[in-house]
């Protein structure tokens, strides 16, 4: 199948989370299927600067303009697996600061335009619009609000083949715009009310894709079932019930080319689930790398996350005094809320002894905590999918989860299972979180050997992508089979593809 995935982030070109891990390792698991993957997102200044860094060999495409939207250009660079296709429009692309903010933090006012031409441009390659570029998909995956209005504007045209699927990565973030905006998006007057795109009195481009895709899926079974409900739906529950059967929910992967203990050149000893031996020196260097001590029968506990209240973080700040009582350490990596920012840097210097605190993202320290720590803390509020928790368990650092989303649906509590792999919350609260942890503590000191049979079982777990990139595709041919039938012989080719998955 020839597939489009539209995307705000692709790593390494642009990354602020788990988006821009998916949006390179599931096309590069398609195409290892044998699909034919095309990556679009824009051209950032900072993704042109490690474009000009590489020397990467690339073509140019003139994209003239289209309706409401800008003359742009697209730049086509062949990556491992798949062509990355940038969207480049220095007026809204090329600046400072990340994907959606400038470098204080602030989101760009003119976010709306700048993924709405994202957008457009994704729904008129699909549609085979574009004339420079001769190459015309069958499917058009879309990824969270920023890609949102893709399956809204594919749904003007007329009898177009592809089928579009929306994935929701993390139904907090929904693209919330003034009406006002309508006219320069090219959006009909009758799409602004509250069965279209209105919501509350504004304009949500994530509701965009909900409504409009052939198909919507998001990246755990459990988040699925729980954005139906109002509760975890942000508003958006009514919605997400009426389209309850096109609605699945499919387990992210890991990239474990990437996140793999026995090959990481970014931890300083390799090791697999025969040699955790090794796993020792890792947690010396971690130790040496943030300015700990190492102290005997002191549990190391890691953190790599956003510090936000949806993180938990405030559970893990009001557990702190209980932890430092038992002696145990705490590394934390990540930014986040200014607030949680500033009460860890203070518990770090009232306690250096016992806590570590480096604020921004370093992703060879992920690595290192990943491999160095004993127990990693993950107390979400809600966790669309999450991916810390897999790397945990394949680097054989057993995961301390909440029973929400995708953790649940990848951590077995240990709970003297013998199936066991981490510990999950009784309820996600402090008291929880210090309940997980003392039964944790308590297997960590009082027996080595099942310590060590906790790791080795959850190190010989598969989290790669292979099984959830067949799912996908198999999905891609179901609707593209639905499509066939209901504009007939037409498009029958495109259901040729289904041998491929």
């Excluded at 190391?300 to 510090?307: A, I, P």
Aim: a negative charge; charged letters at 20%; glycine letters at 8%.
């Amino acid at each position: 199948m020839r597939i489009l995935f539209a995307t705000s982030e692709c790593a390494p070109w642009a990354k602020t989370g788990g988006l821009g891990d998916v949006s390179a390792a599931l096309p590069r698991a398609l195409a290892a299927l044998g699909h034919e993957l095309r990556v679009l997102m824009p051209a950032y200044r900072r993704t042109l600067q490690m474009l000009g860094s590489c020397g990467a060999a690339h073509r140019r495409y003139v994209l003239p303009r289209g309706g409401c939207w800008p003359a742009a250009n697209m730049i086509e660079i062949e990556t491992d697996g798949f062509t990355l296709c940038l969207l480049d429009c220095p007026a809204l692309y090329d600046r400072d600061g990340g994907p959606y903010a400038d470098p204080q933090g602030r989101d760009f006012d003119d976010n709306a335009l700048r993924f709405g031409l994202l957008s457009d441009v994704a729904a008129r390659l699909a549609a085979g619009e574009v004339v420079p570029v001769d190459w015309r998909p069958q499917v058009l995956h879309c990824n969270d609000w920023q890609t949102g209005l893709a399956p809204a504007y594919l749904s003007l045209r007329d009898q177009c083949a592809a089928v579009s699927v929306f994935t929701i990565h993390n139904l907090a973030f929904q693209g919330m715009f003034g009406r006002d905006l309508a006219p320069a998006l090219g959006l009909p007057d009758e799409w602004l009310d509250v069965d279209g795109l209105g919501h509350w009195e504004r304009i949500s481009m994530l509701k965009a894709g909900l409504r409009h895709a052939d198909c919507v899926t998001t990246v755990s079974p459990t988040y699925a079932e729980e954005i139906q409900r109002e509760i975890a739906g942000f508003g958006m529950d009514g919605m997400l019930r009426y389209r309850a059967p096109d609605l699945y929910g499919l387990l992210n992967g890991v990239d474990v080319q990437r996140w793999n203990p026995a090959t990481d050149q970014q931890i300083a000893a390799r090791y697999d689930a025969d040699s955790l031996q090794f796993k020792a020196d890792n947690k010396a260097a971690l130790l040496q790398r943030v300015g700990l001590p190492a102290v005997p029968r002191s549990m190391l506990l890691g953190v790599v996350s956003r510090l936000t209240a949806q993180k938990g973080i405030d559970l893990v700040l009001d557990t702190l005094p209980a932890l430092l009582a038992h002696g145990d350490q705490l590394v934390v990596l990540g930014c986040g809320e200014a607030r949680f920012e500033r009460e860890l840097q203070q518990a770090a210097a009232a306690h250096p002894q016992q806590v570590a605190v480096r604020i921004g993202f370093d992703e060879s320290l992920a690595h290192l905590i990943e491999a160095g720590a004993d127990a990693f803390l993950m107390p979400s509020r809600f966790e669309p999918c999450g991916l810390n928790q897999m790397y945990s368990q394949i680097y054989g650092t057993p995961p301390i989860v909440s029973p929400c989303g995708g953790l649940i649906d990848s951590v077995i509590d240990e709970d003297g299972r013998e199936e066991g792999t981490g510990f999950v919350l009784d309820e996600i609260s402090a008291a929880g979180l210090l309940r997980a942890l003392e039964r944790a503590r308590g297997l960590y000191l009082d027996s080595a050997a099942d310590w060590r049979a906790l790791q080795r079982r959850g190190m010989r777990r598969r989290f790669d992508w292979d099984e959830t990139a067949r799912r996908y595709a198999i999905l891609y041919v179901q609707y593209l089979r639905r499509r066939a039938a209901a504009q007939g012989d037409r498009v029958a080719a495109a259901v040729s593809a289904s041998n491929c998955c």
